[in-house]
C-alpha cells in the first residue's frame, strides 16, 4: 500500500527523492479522506517553497484542503493532466496522481519525514 | 406545548439568562397595525414623493437607474410562493425550478455580454466592481487598480471604500473634455508593470460608448486585465457588447427591476472562461441524477464563505436570486428581436431629444447624453421643468466640477415626445 | 439483516403531511425556443426611427444576440410557472433552516413595497421630492436602533455578509483614528463562515478562539488570546448551538478593557427581538439579517439587506450619506469626513426596507416580544419532542433553535446528510445539515414563531418516523430522497467538468 522509497508527513503528503529531485503527492489514506477530488489548484514552477508551508490545494465539493510542502525547494514540474482529471488523485494517488516535483534545497529534511511504517502505525494511532 | 416542555409559562424560557442581559421594560415601538393601516401609511409615504416617481410622471433621470416599462409577467412570476418564498437552492432536489431559472439567467447574461461565464448575480453594480477588481487581482497577481473618471461616480467611491483596506491602490484615469471618450494618453501614463485591472464603462456615465478594442489592447499589452462595468443593459440590445473584456461587471436594473429608490437591484459579473475558478459568487452547474437525468446545484462551492472562510474569493453569501428572476423573465419575454426593438427605440427617442439640445460631447451616445444648459445654470433649468411637472436631468457638477452648467439627461422608450419638445422649449 | 422490501415511497403513513413535489417536464427556454417567435409589443414610436449603424458607428453596432431565446407570452408564463412546482417553499411547509430564521413572508409587505410612489422613486430625484422615502428610512432606523439597543443605524449594506463587511470597516476606521487599527480578529471557532472571510477582506488576519466544552466562548481562553493586536472579536449570540452566551457581558468587559470591540453577528437576532438587547450587554457594533428576523422574503437567495447598528463612538464612521433633520424636511448628508465611504450605490435595499417596516409595523413592540417568546416556545417543544429519538449535542437551553447530532444514527450506517434527504419525502425542507462545525454530524432546527403545534407534531412525527427507518431499513435512508424531480444530483461531475451555461450543440 505505502511505497517503501516515500517518504510520508503526517499531514498525509509523500515525497519519493531521486537525484535531488522530489516527487510530491497525497497519500491514499488522504484522498480517501478527502472523497471525491473535483480540482487541484497547482503551483506555479519555479515557486521557492518551503518545508511545512501550503503550496497547493485539492479540493472536493465540499473542502479545500491545503497541501503542505515535505521538503524546501523550487518547483520544477507541475502535474498538469490533473487540471482535465482530477480524478487521477483518487484512482492513483501514489503514481499518475502527483502533485508537483521539487528540486530540493535542503536535501536533509526527507530524514526527518516518516518511514512506511511509521506512517501507517501513526495512521493506527490517529 | 409548556406541558411537554415541563415549563409554566413562556418566560421561564428566558429564566436561565442574565437578569442583567434582560430588557425590563416594553420597546419603544407603537402597537401592532392593521392591513388597512400599514398600507394606509405606506400610500401616504409614496404620495409625498410622487412627483417623478410614478410611471405616468415624466423624468429624464438615468444615471444608473432607468424608468424601462415592466411586463405584468415580470411580478406575476416573481410573486409566485415558490420562488418569493424558497430557500438559497443548497438541497438541489427540491430546489430544480430556482436553480434551473438561474442556469437560463447565467446563459443570457453570457449571450449579452459576450463572455463564457457569468456568475449568479451580485448586490448590483457598484458592489460587482470592487470585487472585479480584487478577482483581477487574484489572476494576475498584482494589485494596483486603475479606474476610468467615466465610471459612475459612486461605483467609484464603493471601488475606494473597499480598496481601502485591502491593500489595493487605486488610480483614477481623466476623460476627453471633447469626445466624453476615456483620456487614452492619460491611461497610458498611469498604467505600470503593477496594474492588475483597467477599469471603464460603457457606455460610460456621460452615455457615451467607449472604444474596448482599443482599451483592451493597451490593458493586454500592460498584462493587466480590462473590467467593463456597464449601468444600461438595454443598451446591449443594439450596442457591440465587450467582447475584448476579461472582465463584465453589470448592473440588470434596466430589465424590469423597480427603481425603488436605488435597490434592491440585480448586479453581474461574467468573465472568459479561464478565469471560472476566481469568480465570486454563486454558480449553477449543470450535472445529472443518479437516475441519469439532467439536473442542475450550485457548483464550485470551495470559493465560496463557507468553505474556504478567511481564504475565500469573497464574503458573498446572498446573490439577488428573485430580482435576477425579475430580469431572466424580462429577457425571455423581450427575447432576441424584442430587446434590439427596445433598444432601437430609446436610441430613436434620445436622438430626437439631443437633436433639439445643445450637447457637451461628440462621441457617440445610446439612451443618456450630457448637454449644456447655457447661460442657465442646471439647477434653474430642473426648477422650471419641475413647475411644468417633469423631472429633469441630473446636474453633472455634483460628481464633476468640471462640467458646470451641464446636466446628463436619460430617454427611453416611457419618454414622450411631448414631454421631450417640453424639455427643448425650456431649454431654448 | 433489513433489507429493503417495501416501496421506499411509502413513507410511514401514519404522518399526515402531504409530499406532493408535483412536477411537470419543461425543458430549457432555449430549446423550446423557435425563430421569429415574439412576447412583447412595444409602443408606437412617436418619433422618427434611426438606423444605429449610423448614429451608433458601424464597429458599436450589434447585429444580433446570438442565440437569445424567441418565445412567446404563453410559452414565458407556462416555462416559469412549470419551473416554479420544482421548488419547494414556505407557502408549503415548514423550513427548519437553522439560523435561517425562515418564517411567514406577510403579502402585505409585499404590497407595501409596490406603491407607485414608492416603487418608481428615482435615487436623484430631488430631496423635496423623495420625502416620504427618506422617512420611511428614518423611522425604521429608529426602529432598529430601539430594538438593538444601539445609538445610531446605517440602512446601506445591501445583506449580511455585506454589513458584516462595513461592520468591521467601522471598527477599522475606528481604531485607525485612535492612532493604531490593530492586526486581528477574534472569531469563534462555532462561527459563520462569513465571520472569518469578512476580517480578511477589512485586511484583518483572523484566529479563531476554541470554544469551552459547552460551546460557548470561554472566558478564560479569551483572556489568554486578547491583546493590544485584537481589534474585536466577531460573536453571534445567541450562538450557532442556538444557546444564549451567558457570559456575553463579561466578554464585552475583557474585549473593552483592552481596548478591543465587541462586534455581534445578529443572524440569531430572532432570539432576542424584544427581550434582549445586544446594546445592553456591551456590544458596540453589530449587523441586523432583515430576510430573517423581519421576515423579507428569501426569493430562492436573496435579496436581503443587512443593516448595521453601532454605538455612538462609531457613529462619525458611518458610510455615506446620511439622513439629517433640516427644518421640517429630511436630507442626505454628505460631508461627513470621517465616514469610512459609500459601502453601495444609492442608500440601501429600499424595497427591503419597506418590508422590514411594514413587519414591524404590523407587531409594535409587544407584537415583537410575543412573536420571540413564541420562537423559543417553538424550539423547546421540538426539542423536547425529539430528544428521545437524537442526541442533544450540548445540554444547555436552548433559545430559538435547536442542534442534535447524528451519533445514534451514524452507528447505523446513516449521516445528518441522508437523514435530511429523506425528510423531503416526508414534505419537508431538511434543517440545517453538519452545521455548527464543531457538533460533528450536526442536525441544526429552527422553526420560527410561524410554525403551529400541528405543523412542528407533523415534522417531529415525519423525524422520529425516520429514526425507526434507520433501525430497520437504513439502506431506504440513505438514498432518498425519492419523490423529487430528481434523484440525487452528482455534484462531482458538476464540479470537475464545470457546465454554467448553455450552448447550441
Not at chain 3, 450 to 466: H, N
Request: proline residues 5%.
Amino acid at each position: 500500500m505505502y511505497p517503501e522509497n516515500f517518504r510520508y508527513t503526517k499531514e498525509h503528503e509523500w515525497v519519493k527523492v531521486e537525484d535531488g529531485v522530489g516527487t510530491i503527492g497525497i497519500t491514499f489514506h488522504a484522498q480517501k479522506e478527502l472523497g471525491d477530488i473535483v480540482y487541484v489548484e497547482l503551483p506555479k514552477i519555479g515557486t521557492i517553497v518551503e518545508q511545512g508551508k501550503s503550496f497547493a490545494v485539492v479540493e472536493s465539493v465540499k473542502a479545500a484542503s491545503e497541501i503542505y510542502a515535505p521538503v524546501s525547494g523550487e518547483v520544477i514540474a507541475a502535474n498538469d493532466a490533473l487540471a482535465n482529471a482530477p480524478e487521477t488523485l483518487n484512482s492513483d494517488p501514489h503514481g499518475e496522481g502527483w502533485i508537483a516535483k521539487i528540486k530540493l534545497s535542503v536535501p536533509d529534511e526527507v530524514n526527518r519525514l516518516l518511514s512506511p511504517t511509521d506512517y501507517q502505525s501513526y495512521l493506527g494511532a490517529e | 406545548m409548556l406541558d411537554t416542555i415541563g415549563i409554566s409559562s413562556v418566560e421561564d424560557l428566558t429564566s436561565h439568562l442574565p437578569d442583567e442581559v434582560l430588557l425590563h421594560r416594553p420597546l419603544n415601538i407603537a402597537d401592532g397595525k392593521s392591513e388597512y393601516e400599514i398600507l394606509d401609511y405606506f400610500g401616504a409615504r409614496g404620495a409625498e414623493n410622487s412627483l417623478g416617481s410614478t410611471p405616468a410622471r415624466p423624468s429624464f433621470l438615468g444615471a444608473g437607474v432607468y424608468r424601462h416599462y415592466r411586463p405584468v409577467l415580470v411580478d406575476t412570476i416573481v410573486s409566485r410562493s415558490e420562488f418569493l418564498t424558497s430557500y438559497t437552492p443548497y438541497q438541489a432536489e427540491i430546489a430544480q425550478g430556482t436553480l434551473t431559472a438561474i442556469f437560463e439567467f447565467q446563459t443570457m447574461v453570457c449571450q449579452l455580454t459576450g463572455m463564457d461565464v457569468a456568475n449568479a448575480s451580485m448586490y448590483d453594480a457598484s458592489t460587482a466592481v470592487p470585487e472585479a477588481a480584487m478577482m483581477a487581482m487574484r489572476v494576475t497577481g498584482r494589485s494596483h487598480v486603475l479606474a476610468a473618471r467615466g465610471v459612475h461616480p459612486e461605483y467609484r467611491e464603493v471601488l475606494h471604500t473597499y480598496a481601502k483596506y485591502s491593500g489595493m491602490p487605486v488610480d483614477e484615469f481623466g476623460f476627453s473634455g471633447e469626445t466624453g471618450l476615456i483620456d487614452v494618453k492619460d491611461l497610458e501614463s498611469k498604467i505600470t508593470k503593477d496594474t492588475a485591472a483597467v477599469i471603464l464603462q460603457s457606455p460610460n456615465f456621460f452615455g457615451v460608448i467607449e472604444n474596448v478594442k482599443q482599451a483592451a489592447e493597451i490593458a493586454h499589452a500592460n498584462g493587466a486585465l480590462l473590467v467593463v462595468v456597464f449601468s444600461e443593459a438595454v443598451s446591449l440590445g443594439i450596442v457591440e457588447p465587450p467582447r475584448d473584456a476579461d472582465i463584465v461587471a453589470g448592473e440588470l436594473q434596466s430589465f424590469a427591476i423597480p427603481p425603488s429608490y436605488g435597490g434592491p437591484f440585480a448586479g453581474v459579473i461574467a468573465c472568459k472562461e479561464k478565469f471560472i475558478r476566481q469568480i465570486p459568487g454563486r454558480l449553477v452547474g449543470e450535472t445529472k441524477d443518479d437516475k441519469g437525468n439532467r439536473a442542475f446545484c450550485l457548483t464550485l462551492a470551495t470559493r465560496e464563505q463557507h468553505i474556504r472562510r478567511e481564504k475565500a474569493t469573497s464574503n458573498i453569501c446572498t446573490n439577488q436570486a428573485l430580482i435576477a428572476l425579475m430580469a431572466t423573465v424580462y429577457m425571455s419575454v423581450y427575447g432576441k428581436q424584442g430587446l434590439r426593438e427596445l433598444a432601437v427605440q430609446n436610441l430613436s427617442k434620445a436622438q430626437y431629444l439631443a437633436g433639439k439640445l445643445n450637447r457637451r460631447f461628440t462621441g457617440a451616445t445610446f439612451n443618456e447624453f450630457v448637454v449644456s444648459t447655457g447661460k442657465k445654470s442646471a439647477a434653474q433649468v430642473n426648477s422650471e421643468l419641475e413647475a411644468k411637472g417633469i423631472v429633469g436631468g441630473l446636474d453633472l457638477e455634483r460628481f464633476y466640477p468640471e462640467l458646470k452648467n451641464t446636466m446628463l439627461l436619460c430617454c427611453t422608450e416611457m419618454s414622450k415626445r411631448d414631454h421631450m419638445d417640453q424639455v427643448a422649449q425650456v431649454f431654448a | 439483516m433489513a433489507t429493503s422490501v417495501k416501496h421506499p415511497l411509502d413513507v410511514n403513513a401514519s404522518v399526515k403531511k402531504v409530499r406532493s413535489h408535483i412536477s411537470q417536464n419543461e425543458q430549457l427556454l432555449f430549446e423550446i425556443s423557435s425563430p421569429g417567435k415574439i412576447g412583447y409589443q412595444l409602443p408606437q414610436l412617436d418619433v422618427p426611427a434611426v438606423d444605429p449603424a449610423a448614429v451608433l458607428g458601424a464597429a458599436n453596432a450589434r447585429t444580433e444576440i446570438e442565440s437569445f431565446p424567441e418565445v412567446s407570452e404563453v410559452d414565458v408564463i407556462r416555462h416559469f410557472t412549470r419551473l416554479s412546482t420544482w421548488n419547494y417553499a414556505i407557502d408549503l411547509g415548514m423550513y427548519p433552516l437553522g439560523s435561517c430564521t425562515m418564517k411567514y413572508n406577510p403579502r402585505v409587505n409585499e404590497a407595501a413595497a409596490r406603491v407607485d410612489g414608492l416603487a418608481w422613486a428615482h435615487p436623484y430625484q430631488p430631496d423635496h421630492l423623495s420625502q416620504g422615502a427618506m422617512e420611511v428610512m428614518a423611522e425604521l432606523e429608529k426602529c432598529l436602533a430601539e430594538i438593538t439597543g444601539m445609538d445610531a443605524v446605517t440602512l446601506q449594506p445591501a445583506a449580511g455578509a455585506h454589513g458584516e463587511h462595513t461592520g468591521i470597516l467601522l471598527v477599522r476606521a475606528y481604531l485607525e483614528a485612535q492612532g493604531n487599527p490593530r492586526k486581528k480578529i477574534l472569531v469563534p471557532d462555532s462561527a459563520h463562515g462569513t465571520n472569518p472571510a469578512t476580517a480578511h477582506m477589512a485586511g484583518y488576519s483572523v484566529e479563531n478562539v476554541a470554544s469551552n466544552d459547552r460551546g460557548m466562548v470561554d472566558t478564560e481562553t479569551l483572556l489568554r488570546v486578547v491583546n493590544e493586536d485584537v481589534a474585536a472579536m466577531m460573536v453571534t449570540n445567541p450562538n450557532t448551538l442556538g444557546v444564549f452566551e451567558e457570559h456575553i457581558a463579561d466578554v464585552a468587559k475583557i474585549l473593552h478593557d483592552k481596548g478591543c470591540l465587541l462586534y455581534m453577528d445578529g443572524a440569531n437576532m430572532n432570539a432576542l427581538t424584544g427581550i434582549s438587547r445586544p446594546g445592553d450587554f456591551g456590544v458596540d457594533v453589530m449587523h441586523l439579517n432583515l430576510h430573517k428576523t423581519f421576515s423579507t422574503p428569501h426569493g430562492g437567495g436573496g435579496p436581503g439587506s443587512g443593516p448595521v447598528a453601532v454605538k455612538k463612538i462609531l457613529e462619525p464612521f458611518l458610510p455615506l450619506p446620511r439622513l439629517k433633520r433640516e427644518g421640517d424636511q429630511w436630507a442626505w448628508e454628505y460631508n461627513r469626513p470621517d465616514s469610512v465611504g459609500r459601502v453601495r450605490a444609492f442608500y440601501g435595499n429600499f424595497g427591503v426596507l419597506v418590508r422590514a417596516l411594514a413587519y414591524i409595523m404590523a407587531h409594535g413592540g409587544p407584537g415583537l416580544r410575543r412573536a420571540t417568546y413564541d420562537a423559543l416556545l417553538n424550539a423547546n417543544y421540538i426539542r423536547k419532542r425529539m430528544e428521545p429519538y437524537y442526541e442533544i449535542a450540548y445540554k444547555d437551553p436552548s433559545m430559538h433553535e435547536c442542534v442534535f447530532s447524528d451519533a445514534r444514527q451514524k452507528k447505523l450506517g446513516v449521516d445528518t446528510g441522508s437523514i435530511a434527504k429523506r425528510l423531503i419525502d416526508y414534505g419537508f425542507h431538511p434543517y440545517t445539515v453538519s452545521f455548527p462545525l464543531i457538533v460533528h454530524g450536526a442536525l441544526m432546527i429552527e422553526p420560527t414563531e410561524t410554525e403551529s403545534k400541528r405543523e412542528m407534531d407533523l415534522f417531529v412525527d415525519a423525524m422520529i418516523a425516520i429514526a425507526k427507518e434507520i433501525e430497520e431499513d437504513p439502506e431506504t435512508v440513505k438514498h432518498a430522497p425519492y419523490s423529487t424531480r430528481t434523484s440525487r444530483v452528482d455534484e462531482v461531475t458538476a464540479a470537475r467538468k464545470p457546465i454554467v451555461r448553455w450552448k447550441t450543440t
